[in-house]
């Protein structure tokens, strides 16, 4: 028998109402779970109703986010003086009687001056004391600061830091330099009072141990798990992996990025420049 179009559309909802009704009967029928309220009942929606509702509250988008920060090394990062570092200890170096290899030297830049001092001294095979130590620390400071007295940011980072500050992203540098010697670097780069600087003097252990890091982390106010670290060179990296952060390479400081991933770089840019046009990248930017 032919049925109309209004007749298949009368029974199409009255047959909807009797699949919600049972779903709402089967819903409520297993009553209040043990313990609970016995407004339970009165709550009872069907079951696909509920479903709609629970995907929207528990939407990832709802959630409230982490803040992120972004920690950054100083030299061969932001600043372009990682080469006038490797002549400036080449020449310490070569002024107590022991020449060393430049390349040699280039792969330790990064970690703390006596850390350094003592390696390069095992490339060379000849232990230093502490006196020697010292001496060849103070002497490379003295010379770094007559090789270059002025200092250039590296492409991109004074408008990196610039747009950190403009989009309020958390950010501080952490470095193994030492104050006066970073001061000329932190002027070229527009930091003022308001950046937080971790420098060698404030911590017991610099690179490659994370305390630098962790030390800045805290006072921007935001968890270890929650920051960035940008460097240059495998130090850098292997101090964030041992504080439990994670890391971005750049290529302006002379390591690969076969090394720099190698190490633990989740990421490797060329520079700051390309860092900045890829900061949605590490999930900064809202």
């Known amino acids: 028998m032919a049925v ?3 007749t298949g559309a009368t029974e199409d ?6 699949i919600v009704k049972g779903a709402r009967r089967k819903s409520c029928r297993r009553g209040p779970p043990r313990g609970a309220s016995t407004t339970h009942a009165s709550n009872c929606v069907p079951l696909f109703a509920r479903s709609s509702a629970s995907a929207t509250s528990d939407n990832v988008s709802g959630l409230p ?11 061969g990062t932001l600043v372009d003086t990682v080469y006038a570092h490797v002549f400036a200890w080449q020449r310490a170096f070569a002024e107590v009687a022991l020449p060393i290899d430049g390349w040699r030297i280039h792969r330790r830049v990064g970690m703390s001056g006596g850390l350094f001092a003592r390696a390069a001294a095992r490339e060379i095979g000849r232990p230093l004391s502490g006196e020697e ?21 590296l492409p991109g980072a004074v408008e990196l830091l610039a747009e950190l500050r ?14 006066p010697e970073i001061d000329a670097s932190l002027e070229a780069l527009g930091v003022g009072e308001e950046t937080v600087v971790v420098e060698r003097g404030h911590v017991d252990r610099a690179k490659p141990e994370p305390d630098l890091f ?32 994670l890391s971005v390479g750049l290529l302006s400081g002379g390591y690969g990025e076969d090394e720099l991933t190698s190490a ?3 990421r490797v840019y060329r520079d700051a420049a390309e860092l900045r046009s890829s900061l949605d990248e590490l999930g900064v930017l809202n």
């Open 133 to 153: 130590t010292a001496a060849i620390q103070n002497r490379h400071g003295e010379l770094y600061r007559e090789l270059l007295p002025e200092r250039r940011p």
């Open 214 to 245: 962790l030390t800045c982390a805290e006072r921007i106010g935001v968890s270890p798990v929650d920051c960035y670290v940008v460097g240059d060179a495998v130090w850098d990296l292997l101090a964030a992996r041992r504080a439990g952060m």
């Open 166 to 179: 403009a989009e309020r992203i958390p950010y501080g540098i952490a470095t193994s330099g030492r104050r």
């Open 264 to 266: 633990g770089a989740f």
């Open 65 to 75: 986010r982490a803040q992120r920060a972004l920690i950054f090394d100083l030299d």
């Open 4 to 6: 109309s179009a209004d």
């Open 13 to 18: 909802a009255a047959t909807q109402r009797l």
